[in-house]
C-alpha cells in the first residue's frame, strides 16, 4: 500500500470519529428491527380496544342518555339526558341512591373481611407448608384445589351444600353437631352475607396461598437460621424477618384481590340468583339490577361508570402511598 493510500484510510478513520461530521443514514433493516416489537403487539392492542374500550366508552355514553326498553333497537335515538342519570344515583335523600348507598357499604364490608381472611389463611398456609415433609406436595396440589375449579361448578356445588333441607352444611351443624335448634336458611335473609363470604374466601385464598408462597422462595434461608442462632422464636422470625420480606408482594397481592373481591358478580349471582337478599346485594348485582329489572340501562350505565371511578381513586391513592413507603424505607 502506498503512502498516499495510507493517508487516505487516515483521513476517512478521523472524519469518522470527529463529533462534527454526520451520521450516515438508517438501514432499512434497523428501521424494521425497530418497529418488529410494535408490530407484534399490535394485534394484541387492537383486541384489547375491541374487548375493553370500546365497551367502556359505549358504557359512558349509555349513562348519559335516557336509555329504557323503548329505545333498545337503536340506544343511539335515546334522550339526552346529560349528568340525570349520575344525579339519581348518588342522590342519597331518594330511593334509588339510598338503595345504591347500602349495596356500597356492604360491599365494602365484605371485600374488607374476603380480602382479610383470603390473607391470613393463605399466609399461614404457606408459612406452614416451607418445612420439607411427607406429603407437602399433595397438600400444595389439594390447597390449591378451589382455585382450579371453575366458577360456576364451585358455587353451584356451594349452593347445593347450603340448602336448607338437605343441604351439607345444616346436616353438619344441625344433624350432627347440634350447634342450631333448627336447620337454618343460609341463601335468604341475614345468613346470606355470611354463606357469600364463606364461597368467597374458600375460592380465593389459594391464590393468596400461591402468590405468598412465591414470595417466600426468594427469603433467604440464612436469615432464619441466623434469627435461630439468636434465639429468635417463630413468631419473631415471622414478625421480623418474614412479614417484611413480603411486604412487596403483599401490596400487590392485596390490591388484585381488592379488585377481583370488591367487582366481583359471578359468585353472588350464582350462589344467591337475580335476587339478592339485601344483607348480601353487592353494588356488581345491584347495578345488575338497577339495568335489568327496571330495564332502566342509563342509569345502570352511570352506576357503573360511578364504579368504576371510585375502583380507579382507590388504586391510584393505594399506588402512591405504597410507592411513598417504599421510598421512605430505602431512605
Known amino acids: 500500500m502506498t503512502t498516499t493510500a495510507v493517508q487516505d484510510v487516515r483521513e476517512r478513520d478521523v472524519r469518522k470519529r470527529s463529533p462534527g461530521t ?9 428501521i424494521r428491527r425497530i418497529a418488529l ?5 399490535l394485534p394484541a392492542l387492537l383486541l384489547e380496544l375491541l374487548v375493553h374500550l ?3 366508552v359505549f358504557g359512558v355514553l349509555m349513562s348519559f342518555k335516557e336509555l329504557t326498553q323503548f329505545h333498545l333497537r337503536d340506544w343511539s335515538t335515546a334522550p339526552w339526558l346529560g349528568l340525570e342519570n349520575y344525579r339519581v344515583s348518588i342522590d342519597f335523600d331518594a330511593p334509588i341512591g339510598q338503595a345504591l348507598l347500602k349495596s356500597f357499604v ?6 374488607f373481611l374476603s380480602v382479610g381472611l383470603c390473607w391470613l389463611i393463605g399466609t399461614a398456609a404457606a408459612i406452614s407448608m416451607q418445612e420439607t415433609f411427607r406429603g407437602r406436595g399433595v397438600l400444595r396440589a389439594l390447597f390449591l384445589v378451589p382455585y382450579a375449579l371453575p366458577v360456576y361448578a364451585a358455587v353451584i356445588t356451594w349452593a ?3 340448602q336448607r333441607d338437605n343441604g351439607l352444611i345444616n346436616h353438619v351443624l344441625h344433624d350432627q353437631l347440634g350447634l342450631t335448634d333448627s336447620p337454618s336458611f343460609w341463601l335468604i335473609g341475614d345468613n346470606s ?4 363470604l364463606t364461597v368467597s374466601v374458600w375460592k380465593g385464598w389459594p391464590f393468596a ?8 422462595q426468594n427469603i433467604p434461608k440464612e436469615l432464619y437460621e441466623a434469627a435461630a442462632l439468636d434465639g429468635a422464636g417463630v413468631w419473631q422470625q415471622i414478625r421480623r424477618i418474614t412479614l417484611p ?3 412487596s408482594v403483599n401490596q400487590v397481592l392485596l390490591l388484585v384481590l381488592f379488585l377481583w373481591t370488591f367487582n366481583d358478580f359471578n359468585t353472588p349471582f350464582v350462589l344467591l340468583g337475580k335476587a339478592a337478599p339485601e344483607a348480601a346485594n353487592l353494588v356488581s348485582v345491584h347495578i345488575y339490577q338497577s339495568s335489568f329489572a327496571t330495564w332502566n340501562f342509563g342509569t345502570g350505565s352511570a352506576m357503573s361508570v360511578l364504579l368504576l371511578l371510585f375502583l380507579l381513586l382507590v388504586t391510584a391513592l393505594y399506588l402512591l402511598f405504597t410507592s411513598r413507603g417504599r421510598k421512605h424505607s430505602d431512605v
Open 193 to 196: 352475607f355470611y354463606a357469600l
Open 106 to 111: 356492604t360491599t365494602c364490608l365484605f371485600t
Open 22 to 30: 454526520a451520521r450516515p443514514p438508517r438501514r432499512p433493516g434497523r
Open 54 to 56: 370500546l365497551p367502556i
Open 37 to 41: 416489537p410494535y408490530l407484534l403487539l
Open 160 to 162: 347445593f351444600m347450603f
Open 209 to 216: 396461598f400461591l402468590i405468598i408462597m412465591a414470595g417466600l
Open 245 to 247: 420480606s413480603l411486604s
